[in-house]
């Protein structure tokens, strides 16, 4: 009876802990009955989408190791990456030379803007999220500057991206040069299913370092910084410099991501591509049970697969349902802000009940001293 | 030597000012200050500018007050006004659907706006109470979230006026829908004065006027301090028998029903209610606003939101055309991205004054 | 003044560092992409063909008639062209200069054994863009929302 009682309660707590990916599964399913469509499309897109997306989540993992919560600030990231492949293009470099052309050049972008990022950040301890959700924005002020009115007057660049104006990168460019080609460079095909082969091979290395990475003495000293500022620098750990680097690390990574990302693609919106892509990835992460202050790997790929998942078939349910697609679209964007509002409510409510309970726990060991 | 320690006091009174007044703040005013210097030489006529920047004032300045009650009480800035500006699309929206024209649909407006307003405002206070600490961030994502749920509510809710349903469907709003008829321009055109180029809205400013002496008044009533100490003391306030979480819950109510009434002064003078996405990222003109004049994460004033308001949209107005005509390229965009967040960036990363 | 030591990290740091570059050097050439042009018409003293084949590497052939011109896109600098002109086979190695995007490629001054600076030129496509085709920029934050 009582361990009956118990195992019930058990459930309980799993069916709590695991909430958000089980309410996906069923959005999912749901989702998947009503588009119509057939299992070889989905897992098809869903490969796509696996291989698209998991580089990018993955640069979130660091810093909510070091306890600064989801980096919104990984479009900074992304810019810096957009730069790099518009310099590509630019050039005429092509395939995987072109996309490591690419990365090398993002590199120092994206360590500058990540160090003077985690500096911001540093100052506005306690509020990171927001912090780094408005600097997003700022950088993205400073990129149209740079990509709309310097590229072509102080930036040297000549070819068909430039607006006819003279100065100023087109809306679209096209990435003719290297789509696909990092996808493409190992075929493989398993039953209908076309697998991104390559991709996979990088983003496995990517989850080896990130494994390897917290076993260093560095990875320690994040999670020491995560767990508590003050303990850790008790312990002689250099608090703020160890979180700046967590944030050029997930900066420089979401620039990579954003290489293969839009080597997916085959087109770059040079305006628009970066904007969401912070949202989008920590909304994948999230419904794959993360939380703000912990976060595994395996939080990464069943995330982005349930929530591309819905995203993917939500405007064709929405469509057969109902006869509209926008409504399906309009749905699965309100969800992507559901999930993250959720995940961040949760977050705060068990933070501010661990406290209290710390609270009454240092209570109670007073009074037994007594 | 006289002369050396009158120097150095007057350098530190200059410091002084400076540092009260802060440097981003000091840059955007004097950056305004040169546009309108500068604006005569690109044939730009001064007088038109004022009134485009007073009109401007009367549309945004009551989403800007907004703000100030939730910083009062501690709740940090308001990102979340897209969930205060849907009551107010509610409310013009329906005050259109049941029939009312003229100055009584503003009326109407008004008062369902209030409603929602009360509504959303009470349970968006009560999660907020659920997460002090992390009030900013989860604001951002509710108004977000209330603005997406409502995209699909503007598409399936059973508004049948023609004026403002899709045509060849005959149901779901239109992305925009025009005031006309109903209370376009009640409030701007109310009492204007009109003297050659210069135009004063005065209807909108006496109703913003309004709703910041009541504010003022309310900050002077029992209530009204208290709300300012559990912003500036939570563990006093609580000790002295204040409710904090009441206290709290009341000025999120306030700030989304002023955000609501504060959409609708926007679309009278502006012409049209942009549903759907519009209302997206309204927030963070009215959050730099208030920044700007001098408002901080824990501080906010009446004189802060004017001024704020008149730099902000002063900047917004008096770029695009001083630039056009001076160097023909438009950055009037950019540098308003620019300056509106990295305004607030400079405010999340002050220390926080007490606590 | 600080004296700069040359400690072993800084001495790695500065070699891997050197060592991108490289690799950023080495990407560079070996991804660019350039476009032969060929060109079977009248040059100098020699006349065109009727009929010419011309592959570049292992692409396929292309046939061009009297007067014609193709073209090739092929990456990095190094090529070998094979042109059978009615029966009349050459294969060159051609060395295209790294900051040459497009090149135009004579098949008759090729044919008769001219050097390299003689049949390869430079060519700039010449875009023509009608300048009151100007895109309005669309900067808009929500747009990536909807749609893929």
Same mark, same amino acid.
Do not use: C
């Given at each position: 009876m009582k361990g009956n009682l118990l195992s019930g309660k058990k459930a309980g707590t799993f069916l709590l802990n695991n909430m958000v990916p089980i309410m996906f599964i069923v959005i999912g399913g749901i989702g998947i009955v009503f588009s119509g469509f057939s299992g070889t499309a989905i897992m098809n897109e869903m490969m796509t989408r696996l291989s698209r997306n998991s580089f990018l989540v993955i640069s979130l993992l660091i810093p909510?190791?070091?306890?600064?919560?989801?980096?919104?600030?990984?479009?900074? =990231?992304?810019?810096?990456? /957009?730069?790099?492949?518009?310099?590509?293009? !630019?050039?005429?470099?092509?395939?995987?030379? =072109?996309?490591?052309?690419a990365a090398i050049i993002s590199t120092p972008i994206s360590i500058l803007l990540g160090w003077w990022c985690g500096k911001i950040l540093n100052l506005a301890k306690g509020r990171e999220m927001v912090t780094s959700y408005i600097i997003g924005f700022f950088v993205n002020g400073i990129y149209q500057l740079v990509v709309l009115f310097m590229m072509g007057s102080i930036i040297p660049i000549k070819s068909e991206i430039l607006l006819p104006r003279g100065y100023g990168i087109r809306n679209t460019v096209n990435l003719i040069g290297i789509r696909k080609c990092l996808d493409n460079l190992i075929p493989l095909k398993?039953?209908?299913?076309?697998?991104?082969?390559a991709t996979f091979i990088l983003i496995a290395l990517l989850c080896v370092f990130i494994l390897w990475f917290k076993k260093t003495k560095l990875g320690q000293d994040m999670r020491a910084v995560g767990q508590d500022m003050e303990v850790a620098r008790e312990a002689g750990i250099k608090v703020e410099e160890t979180r700046i680097i967590s944030i050029i690390i997930s900066t420089v990574l979401a620039g990579y991501g954003m290489i293969i990302y839009l080597q997916n693609m085959g087109t770059l919106n040079t305006y628009n591509s970066h904007n969401q892509i912070g949202m989008f990835s920590a909304a994948a992460l999230l419904v794959g049970g993360a939380s703000v202050d912990k976060a595994n790997i395996r939080n990464v790929f069943l995330g982005v697969i349930l929530f591309h998942l819905m995203f993917y078939v939500a405007p064709y349910a929405g469509k057969n349902l109902i006869g509209e697609a926008q409504l399906g679209e309009y749905f699965r964007v309100f969800v992507s802000y559901g999930v993250i509002t959720l995940a961040l409510v949760m977050y705060e409510m068990r933070k501010k009940r661990e406290g209290r309970e710390k609270g009454e726990m240092l209570a109670e060991a007073q009074k037994e001293a007594k | 030597m006289k002369k050396e320690i009158a120097q150095s006091s007057v350098k530190e009174k200059i410091k002084g000012f400076i540092d009260s007044f802060g440097w981003p703040r000091l840059i955007i005013a004097g950056f305004l200050l040169l546009l309108f210097l500068v604006a005569p030489l690109g044939g730009i006529s001064i007088l038109t500018s004022i009134s485009d920047v007073l009109m401007r004032f009367g549309m945004n300045s009551i989403m800007v007050l907004a703000m100030v009650p939730m910083i009062h009480s501690g709740c940090g800035l308001n990102f979340g006004l897209p969930l205060g500006i849907i009551s107010g699309l509610l409310g013009g929206t329906l005050s259109m659907q049941f029939g009312f024209t003229g100055g009584v649909s503003f009326l109407v407006a008004i008062l369902i706006t209030v409603f929602f307003g009360t509504l959303f405002g009470w349970a968006y206070g009560v999660l907020l109470n659920k997460v002090k600490g992390g009030e900013m961030m989860i604001a951002t994502y509710v108004g977000y979230a209330a603005v997406s749920f409502m995209c699909i509510m503007w598409l399936l809710l059973p508004y049948s006026n023609p004026q403002m349903?899709?045509?060849?469907? =005959?149901?779901?709003?239109?992305?925009?829908? $025009?005031?006309?008829?109903?209370?376009?321009?009640?409030?701007? #055109?109310?009492?204007?004065?009109?003297?050659?180029?210069?135009?004063?809205?005065?209807?909108?400013?006496?109703f913003f006027a309004f709703f910041a002496f009541l504010m003022w008044a309310f900050l002077h009533t029992k209530t009204g301090t208290a709300m300012t100490a559990v912003g500036s003391n939570p563990t006093f306030a609580k000790a002295s028998g204040i409710n904090v979480d009441r206290t709290r819950t009341l000025s999120v109510i306030m700030s989304t029903v002023l955000g609501g009434i504060g959409i609708l002064a926007y679309q009278q003078a502006f012409g049209f209610i942009q549903l759907y996405m519009g209302p997206f990222y309204m927030a963070l003109p009215a959050v730099s606003a208030i920044l700007i004049g001098g408002a901080s994460v824990n501080k906010a004033s009446i004189p802060n939101v004017i001024i704020g308001t008149l730099l902000f949209q002063g900047i917004v107005t008096m770029t695009p055309s001083v630039m056009n005509s001076l160097i023909h390229t438009d950055m009037s965009e950019?540098?308003?991205?620019?300056a509106s967040n990295g305004m607030i960036l400079y405010a999340l990363t002050r220390k926080s004054e007490a606590k | 003044m600080n004296k700069i030591k040359f400690t072993k990290s800084l001495c790695i740091r500065i070699i891997a560092i050197l060592l991108v570059i490289l690799l950023a050097v080495v990407m560079f050439i070996i991804g660019k992409q350039h476009k032969?042009?060929?060109?079977?018409?009248?040059?100098?003293?020699?006349?065109?063909? %009727?009929?010419? !084949?011309?592959?570049?590497?292992? /692409?396929? $052939?292309?046939?061009?008639?009297?007067? #014609?011109?193709?073209?090739?896109?092929?990456?990095? %600098?190094?090529?070998?062209?094979?042109?059978?002109?009615? =029966?009349?086979?050459? +294969?060159?190695?051609?060395?295209?200069?790294?900051?040459?995007? +497009?090149?135009?490629?004579?098949?008759?001054?090729?044919?008769?054994? !001219?050097? %390299?600076?003689q049949w390869m030129e430079e060519f700039i496509v010449q875009t023509v863009t009608p300048s009151s085709a100007d895109e309005t920029v669309v900067t808009d934050e929500t747009a990536g929302l909807l749609g893929d």
């Open positions: 909510i190791m070091a306890g600064m919560g989801l980096n919104f600030g990984m479009t900074l =990231g992304a810019m810096a990456g /957009q730069i790099g492949l518009i310099f590509i293009t !630019e050039w005429g470099i092509v395939g995987i030379p =072109g996309m490591v052309l398993i039953a209908g299913v076309s697998i991104p082969l | 349903v899709w045509g060849y469907k =005959g149901t779901g709003l239109r992305t925009t829908i $025009s005031t006309e008829g109903y209370y376009l321009h009640i409030l701007s #055109d109310f009492l204007k004065i009109k003297i050659g180029n210069l135009e004063i809205p005065t209807g909108a400013l006496l950019v540098i308003r991205i620019i | 032969i042009y060929f060109d079977n018409k009248d040059w100098g003293p020699y006349k065109a063909y %009727q009929f010419v !084949e011309v592959s570049v590497d292992k /692409q396929d $052939s292309v046939e061009l008639a009297k007067r #014609d011109r193709d073209v090739f896109t092929v990456v990095a %600098q190094g090529h070998t062209i094979h042109i059978d002109a009615m =029966g009349d086979e050459k +294969d060159v190695k051609i060395h295209i200069p790294l900051f040459m995007r +497009d090149v135009l490629i004579n098949i008759p001054a090729l044919m008769n054994g !001219e050097s %390299q600076d």
